[in-house]
Structures are given as C-alpha cells and as structure tokens.
C-alpha cells in the first residue's frame, strides 16, 4: 500500500513538472511606442508607418528579435525583425490571429544568412490593452525557454537542389520522391488545422485537373496524423497525393504553413511560394506554362 502510495506521488510529480516546464516556457514582453534605433537604416524604405515594438528575451548574446505594430493608412498589422551583431537580417510584416484557434496557427519561422538559419517562436497572446506579448521559442515543434537556431544544410529555395526525405502514404507505404524523377514535381506543405491552407486546395485541385495529361505530379506533405487527415478528407477533396514526413526531416519545412513549390526533372526548385491565398494556384499555374513553353 506504501509502495502504491510512493509510486503516485512520483507520478504526479513528473506530471507536475512537465506542465510548470510548458507553462514557463512562455514568456511576456511589453511593447513600448517608437521606431527602434537599428530599423533607422530602413525607415525611408518602409511603406508604412511603426507604432511600437518590443525586444523577446532570447538568451541568445548574438541575436536579437524585435516585434511590433505598424500602420498603414486605415489598415493595421505586425511586423517582425531578426538582428545579429547589430545588423537587421530579416524584416517581414506578419499576420497575428487574435483569437486564433489552434496554438499552432501562430508559429513564426525567421530565416536569414540565405535561408541556410533558422529560428522559430509562437505568439501565444497579443494584448492590445495591457499592450504586452506572450511568446515561446520554438525548436524542432517543441516549446523551449530560448531562442534556438537551427542550421539547414539544404535550405528549401529556389535555384536549390530538393533534398532527399522520408515520406509515408495514406496507406502506409515509403513515398519515394526519386520514383518519379523525370517528372515535374509540385509540392505543397499544408497541415489540416492551418486555414490559409484549406483555403488554397480548391485552386490546387484545378491544377491537377488541369496537368493530368502532363508530366507533372502533385504531392502534398504534412506532419499532421493520418487520423485528422483521413477526417478532413470524408468531407473535402484534395486530388494531391496524400504523404506524412518522418520527424528528422520536417526541419527542412519549418513551423510555418503552406508552402508550395515545383521541382523540376533535374531536382532543383524552381518555384518556391510562403503563405497561403487562394489564387496561389495561378502562380503556380503560370510558372508550369513557363516551363513547358521552354520544353
């Protein structure tokens, strides 16, 4: 009965501690009104006016993150910025969902030095009335304390060979991208929950129907369960082949959703597209009728 009682509060302890380590993985920033000093370089070039920013705590003595709200006219929104040694390396506006209903839907991938570095956050909260920022750091999926920057020996941009990863079909089966070299290859990285990729597959799956006398092959990838996906899929069509990546290889995709790209019969990217709309699909479309005006 002792022994029994010993064993609970052990388990409850090692519960106990994993929830105070994802709870104290976050962290809270407040925003202060201004241009921050190391943006002065780009002030002229911005289109749109910076109300405010904040600095994260990385635990990093070489990067710093700076975030903040900007305006342009009547329209509103964030932006985020990468520095290192004192010099901006990435600036971007972004989209914050508010009142976002998956935790996921605001994780944020930072790339610079040539998308050969990586660094991710999630945004947790945005409160505009205490104006502060509750944010985490994120590393390969998982909450950490600080900033983690990841190194990627193949980076996923144009004019870049594709690597070589493992992928699993709806039925189980190794999904070999090299069993169809000599194809064109089009790519989309989505994950059921992420709307910006809902959105987009109705136009995707017009390009399929449009290329099915082509050589060409539509592959999608996600790291979400076969479950959510065999769900998702009972009441939407999506005409891509259905693929799940191995944990080691979704570094090269990041934390953020969709991504679209083409691959050509050589390997090499030669379409690459971040964020979701839906008439990415005409990008896309575009870029095939270029390729095959060049055949």
Request: aromatic share 12%; glycine share 4%.
């Amino acid at each position: 009965m002792l022994k029994n009682i010993f064993i609970s509060l052990f388990i409850l302890t090692i519960v106990y501690g994993c929830q105070k380590e994802l709870k104290d993985s976050y962290k809270t920033a407040v925003f202060q009104q201004g241009f921050p000093e190391i943006l002065k370089p780009l002030e002229k070039k911005l289109p749109f006016k910076i109300q405010n920013y904040s600095v994260l705590e990385s635990n990093n003595d070489s990067i710093d993150i700076y975030i903040g709200f900007l305006n342009q006219g009547k329209q509103s929104g964030n932006w985020i910025a990468l520095a290192s040694k004192n010099q901006i390396k990435q600036f971007k506006t972004v989209d914050f969902k508010q009142n976002s209903e998956n935790e996921k839907e605001n994780d944020i991938d930072i790339e610079f030095n040539n998308s050969s570095n990586r660094i991710s956050l999630r945004i947790k909260k945005l409160d505009t009335i205490e104006n502060k920022i509750t944010y985490s750091w994120i590393n390969q999926s998982i909450l950490t304390n600080s900033l983690t920057v990841l190194t990627i020996d193949k980076p996923l941009i144009k004019g870049k060979k594709f690597p070589t990863i493992e992928l699993i079909d709806m039925n189980g089966e190794k999904f070999n991208l090299s069993n169809v070299k000599g194809q064109t290859i089009v790519l989309n990285w989505w994950a059921v929950w992420c709307a910006p990729c809902r959105k987009e597959i109705p136009g995707l799956n017009k390009l399929v129907r449009k290329y099915s006398d082509e050589n060409v092959k539509f592959v999608s990838i996600t790291d979400d369960s076969k479950e959510k996906v065999s769900s998702f899929l009972e009441e939407n069509e999506f005409r891509y082949d259905i693929t799940f990546i191995a944990n080691n290889d979704r570094v090269f995709f990041g934390n953020s959703y969709p991504k679209n790209m083409v691959i050509d019969s050589t390997e090499t990217i030669t379409f690459f597209k971040e964020g979701g709309n839906e008439n990415v699909w005409l990008e896309i479309d575009q870029h095939l009728s270029e390729v095959n005006n060049m055949k």
